[in-house]
């Protein structure tokens, strides 16, 4: 399993794109680049970390049997990011943007992620043709978040995966 270093960058990358539809939100509000390169720099970084992270962990994890009750598709929440990513352009009605609050806000859900006990599809791994399915095992668990590059259509298609964290697995086989 994963540490909390990997587990504090997988949850943050997840704000990458964010970052940079802020950037450009930001550049055409304001004319100014350094908020910007600021974001872009972060947004870069996170994903980079998130992808050597994420390798590394495919190569290392342990995989285990699981069992499994039901599997279904899960990459409806990509929605939910799309109309994320395009709420900041919703403060261009908006003159004022704090940025003290911002940075608080963003500070907050990143102490808090690393104590979360649920897993958070990334769109980094949906842009390189990873889908998420939602998974049900036969110890009783229910809510496990599975990442896979196979079409899963049934649950005998899943015997193995990787733990990456409490209720985040990889697929062995994808």
């Not at 590394?56 to 599997?71: E, F, V």
């Amino acid at each position: 399993m994963a540490n909390g270093l990997q587990k504090l960058i997988y949850n943050m990358s997840v704000a990458s794109p964010l970052l940079i539809v802020f950037a450009f939100v930001w550049y055409i509000q304001k004319k100014s680049w350094t908020i910007p390169i600021i974001c872009v720099v972060v947004a870069i970084v996170l994903i980079l970390c998130m992808l050597k992270s994420f390798s590394y962990g495919k190569k290392h994890l342990a995989p285990i049997q699981i069992r499994t009750n039901d599997i279904a598709p899960s990459d409806g929440w990509i929605v939910v990011y799309i109309i994320t990513y395009i709420l900041p352009f919703a403060s261009m009605i908006i003159d004022d943007f704090n940025l003290i609050v911002g940075f608080v806000v963003a500070a907050t859900i990143a102490v808090i992620a690393t104590h979360v006990n649920t897993a958070i599809p990334n769109p980094i791994l949906f842009c390189q043709r990873y889908h998420f399915y939602s998974v049900g095992a036969e110890n009783g668990i229910s809510g496990y978040v599975l990442i896979s590059r196979r079409k899963l259509r049934k649950k005998q298609d899943l015997k193995a995966v990787n733990r990456v964290f409490e209720f985040l697995l990889l697929d062995t086989e994808g």
